[in-house]
Each structure stands twice: as structure tokens, then as C-alpha cells.
């Protein structure tokens, strides 16, 4: 466990956060291996079907993320306060919350998963494989559910590195159950799919057997329910939840628009957004870090503490982005290429909108960098309504955008490329005058 309350501010949110990159890059393997071995093994609507089915998986599962980002926000306080007794309630709550909500939102998914594909645009070409890839990770939606949930608590108390290990393992696991399935026995999108459900089953083992054999804070040996604190985890999570599900729907329907395009923008979209992913995660993981260090800080009436480690957390985030812009406009042919299989007859095409889409966003890293150092701080604080508005702002404001210069401008897959730095810009704009006005003041739970 770790005390933010006392001693270096930069080591101590560095050195928190460094594990929980690397777990996390291990995490987003999990996506980017499926896509880059079936682009390179399958083909490019193969591709296609895996991008568009996960941006559905996505809007599912990060409602419920969602709420553990809350909660975690809420345990880390109590933590930082000393109320052992409140955190572990929260815990249970929390497990009894989200099971019962898995359950519901996974038997819905599998049942209309052809008619959500539809809802998209999903070409002809590619909704067997995209309905079938969705259903069968579906099915296993509680295992990702649950590893977050207990890798989010762990990391509320302070601990980044112990998730680490298992998550390397189910990772690895992922990469050889994928080259197995998919480039030996040839199942296509199918075996990808399994071998993602596979891998994350493991993790998910593998954390909670940790938690109840070495973590007694968090051991809960009888689940309960108390209607207080699930009140108090819906106002602190629901935010979140209500967030994740709102930015996962402006993802939709920006999804919608590049399947208007065809299967070849969702293609090169596809392998865009996950070397994106990968890009922009040291930026994603200290904000996250910077979320525990405030909130641990504001627990404990250290309020100066805390506007410090947000100055120092977005100095460092802010020189990551310019280091991953300037990366990726030197290399964005040869890392597209990676996903796309040479003799297939869409690749050049696929390059082409790739390169194009990917050279234009990754100049605007910084707004990035801005964005989410104050929806950090702002989470941190305990002001939940405020850390989920202006994402949402954000993607709305690049949804519209989106729309706008396609239907207004006749712009091609290039509008979509535009309208995230156009997002990113007026919500930053508009946090930095949050902050300023001190609007955030008052926020903290205990």
C-alpha cells in the first residue's frame, strides 16, 4: 500500500503510475493483438469486424467501469481517513452492484447483438464475423468487469505493481491462444475472440485469489448490502458510469459515420485507434495516479498537497504528449502496416486513410495531455458531476464536429481526424476556467 500524504510528490506519483502503464499496456494488448493478427492473418474486412464489434463491447462495458471508478474514488478516501470498516462495506456493495448488473447488460448484448451491428452500418462483408466476435465476448463480459473492479480497488489503497504480474501472464496467454486459433487452426475472428475470453478469465482468477489471500482490507467474507453507502457509491459512481456510457455512445455513432465510408475506413481506423490507444496511455495512467494522489491528499485536508501534485502530474503528462506526437508522425506507415495484410487488395487504401487520419490527430497530443490532468484532479476531488461533463463535452463536441464537415464541407474520412483535436481544445479551454473559479472546492466525501 502506499501514503500520498507525506513525502515526494513527483516520485511518489511517478513511481505509482509507472506500474500501472505497464499493466495497462499489457491490457490494451488484448484488443491490439486480436487486431493486428486478424488484419495480418484473416484480412482487412476481418479487421474491419473486430474494430466495430468492440466499439459495441466497449459502450457496454465501460458503463461498468465506470461505476468502479467511482467507487475507487470513494474507497481511496476512506482509506486516506482511516475508516477501514466504511471501505470494506463500500466493497460489497460494490460486488453484489455490478454482478447483478453484468448479468442483465451481458444477456441483452448477446441477444441483439445482429440488430446493434445493423444500427452501425455494418457492411454486408463483415456482420457475420463482427456478430459473431461480439457474442462470444460478450459472454464473458464478468471477467474483464471484475478484474478492473478489483484492479481499481488495489489501486485506491495505493498498490499498482501486484495486478501487474498476473496481467502479463493473461496477456501472454492471449498472444499464444491467438496465434494458435487464428494463424494454425484458422478460425478467424472466432478464435480470436476465444482466446481474448480465455485470457481474461485468467486475470481476473488470478486477481481476486491475491485479494482475499493478501489484502485484508479488502477481503469481504459475506457480501451485505447497505442502501446508505450504494447511495453514496451511485453519487460518486453513477457520474462516472453516466460518462463512460456517453463518450462510448458518441463513439458509436462517429462509428456509424466511418462505416458510411466503407469497410476499408473502418479498417484503417480500426488499427489507428488501437496504435492510439497505446500512445496516449502514459498520458491516461497519470491521470489515474494523479486521481488516487488527490483524493488521498483532500482525505486528509492537504488541499495545497494536492494542487501541487496536479501541477507536477500535468508537467509530465504534457511532455508525453509531445514525445508520442513527434514518434508517431516519423513512423505512422511502418506501425499502420503491421495490421494489414500485404496481398490483400484493400491494403493500399487502408494505408492511405491511415496515414491520413493518424498524421492529423497525433499534432494535438497536448490538448489531450490538458484535458485529462483536469478531469484528474477533478475526480480526485470528489467532484464527479464536473470529471464526467467535460469529457462528454468533448466527444460530443467531436461527433457534431464530425457530422458537420462531412455533411457541411464534404469532407471524407479526414473530418473524423479533424474533429478530435476541435473536441479536445474547447473542453480543455473550458476545464482550465473551472479550475480557475476554484468551482471544484467542497467536493470531498469524508
Not at 479487421?47 to 468492440?54: K, W
Not at 456478430?131 to 478489483?150: A, D, E, H, K
Not at 496516449?280 to 495516479?289: E, K
Not at 501541487?308 to 508517431?328: E, N
Request: hydrophobic residues 55%; positive net charge; aromatic residues 12%.
Amino acid at each position: 500500500m502506499r501514503d500520498f500524504t507525506e513525502g515526494n510528490i513527483a516520485k511518489q506519483i511517478l513511481l505509482f503510475s509507472l506500474p500501472m502503464l505497464i499493466g495497462n499496456l499489457f491490457q490494451q494488448l488484448y484488443s491490439l493483438v486480436d487486431a493486428l493478427i486478424v488484419g495480418r492473418f484473416v484480412s482487412g474486412d476481418a479487421l474491419a469486424s473486430v474494430g466495430v464489434s468492440m466499439n459495441i463491447l466497449m459502450f457496454v462495458v465501460a458503463s461498468l467501469i465506470g461505476l468502479t471508478t467511482g467507487s475507487a474514488v470513494l474507497i481511496s478516501q476512506f482509506y486516506g481517513a482511516k475508516q477501514l470498516d466504511r471501505l470494506k462495506s463500500t466493497v460489497s456493495v460494490s460486488i453484489i452492484f455490478l454482478a447483478c448488473l453484468t448479468v442483465v447488460l451481458t444477456t441483452l448484448g448477446i441477444t441483439f447483438a445482429p440488430v446493434l451491428l445493423r444500427a452501425l452500418n455494418a457492411s454486408d462483408e463483415i456482420i457475420g464475423d463482427a456478430t459473431t466476435y461480439l457474442r462470444i465476448l460478450m459472454s464473458g463480459m464478468l471477467f474483464p468487469v471484475f478484474y478492473n473492479m478489483y484492479c481499481a480497488y488495489l489501486r485506491a489503497l495505493g498498490d499498482s505493481r501486484t495486478p501487474l504480474y498476473f496481467l502479463i501472464f493473461s496477456t501472454i496467454l492471449n498472444t499464444g491462444l491467438d496465434l494458435l486459433f487464428v494463424a494454425r487452426l484458422d478460425m478467424g475472428v472466432m478464435g480470436a475472440a476465444a482466446a481474448t475470453i480465455a485470457a481474461q478469465m485468467a486475470a481476473a482468477v488470478l486477481c481476486v485469489v491475491y485479494v482475499y489471500r493478501r489484502v485484508p482490507v479488502l477481503q469481504v467474507r459475506k457480501l451485505e448490502f447497505d442502501s446508505g453507502l450504494f447511495r453514496s457509491i451511485i453519487k460518486y459512481g453513477a457520474p462516472a458510469a453516466l460518462q463512460q456510457s456517453i463518450v462510448s455512445l458518441a463513439n458509436l455513432t462517429i462509428t456509424r459515420l466511418i462505416n458510411s465510408f466503407g469497410s476499408t475506413a473502418m479498417a484503417a481506423i480500426t488499427a489507428v485507434s488501437r496504435i492510439d490507444q497505446l500512445a496516449i496511455m502514459p498520458v491516461g495512467n497519470l491521470s489515474m495516479a494523479l486521481s488516487t494522489f488527490v483524493a488521498q491528499n483532500m482525505g486528509a485536508h492537504q488541499e495545497d498537497r494536492a494542487k501541487k501534485g496536479f501541477r507536477t502530474a500535468l508537467l509530465y503528462m504534457l511532455l508525453i504528449s509531445v514525445c508520442m506526437s513527434a514518434l508517431l508522425m516519423a513512423f505512422s506507415p511502418q506501425l499502420i502496416s503491421l495490421f494489414l495484410k500485404q496481398d490483400d487488395v484493400n491494403t493500399p487504401e487502408i494505408l492511405r486513410i491511415g496515414r491520413m487520419y493518424l498524421s492529423t490527430m497525433v499534432v494535438f497530443y497536448f490538448l489531450f495531455a490538458f484535458l485529462f490532468g483536469f478531469n484528474g484532479f477533478f475526480r480526485g476531488v470528489g467532484d464527479a458531476v464536473i470529471a464526467m461533463v467535460f469529457p462528454i463535452v468533448s466527444l460530443t463536441i467531436r461527433a457534431l464536429s464530425a457530422y458537420g464537415l462531412v455533411g457541411f464541407a464534404g469532407m471524407g474520412p479526414e473530418a473524423l481526424a479533424w474533429s478530435i483535436p476541435i473536441g479536445w481544445g474547447l473542453s480543455s479551454l473550458l476545464s482550465w476556467i473551472y479550475y480557475r473559479k476554484g468551482y471544484w472546492k467542497g467536493k470531498v466525501a469524508v
